[in-house]
């Protein structure tokens, strides 16, 4: 499974952005997408996941309600829409997949990830 994530950039606070997760490969051998980011400095921490069959999601208490994660499974692509974004937001955004639906929010747990994309929120 390869993972290439795009979508990132510099944004004023307030602003938004969508991130954009495309996979190709072995697909059918994953369940679970998730969003992670990496704050310099600090470690990989969850932001977001979903499934792929149903489409239940879950979310971090620090991004809850103004982020929100979507899939177009015809095209293998999982979505993180960003918006209000804060300074703290600031991280290097990665995507990853599992082929299991436990422990969704540990780094650890997944499979397969992608290169990361940058996101800078200006204050």
């Known amino acids: 499974v390869q993972l290439q994530a795009s979508g990132g950039g510099l944004v004023q606070a307030g602003g938004s952005l969508r991130l954009s997760c495309a996979a190709s490969?072995?697909?059918?051998?994953?369940?679970?997408m998730g969003w992670f980011r990496q704050a310099p400095g600090k470690e990989r921490e969850f932001v977001s996941v979903?499934?792929?069959?149903?489409?239940?999601?879950y979310y971090a208490d620090s991004v809850k309600g103004r982020f929100t994660i979507s899939r177009d499974n015809a095209k293998n692509t999982v979505y993180l829409q960003m918006n209000s974004l804060k300074p703290e937001d600031t991280a290097i955004y990665y995507c990853?997949?599992?082929?299991?639906?436990?422990?969704?929010?540990?780094?650890?747990?997944?499979?397969?990830w992608g290169q990361g994309t940058l996101v800078t929120v200006s204050s």
């Open positions: 990853a997949a599992k082929s299991g639906g436990s422990y969704v929010d540990s780094p650890g747990s997944y499979d397969y």
């Open positions: 979903i499934r792929w069959s149903g489409g239940s999601t």
């Open positions: 490969g072995r697909t059918f051998s994953y369940v679970t």
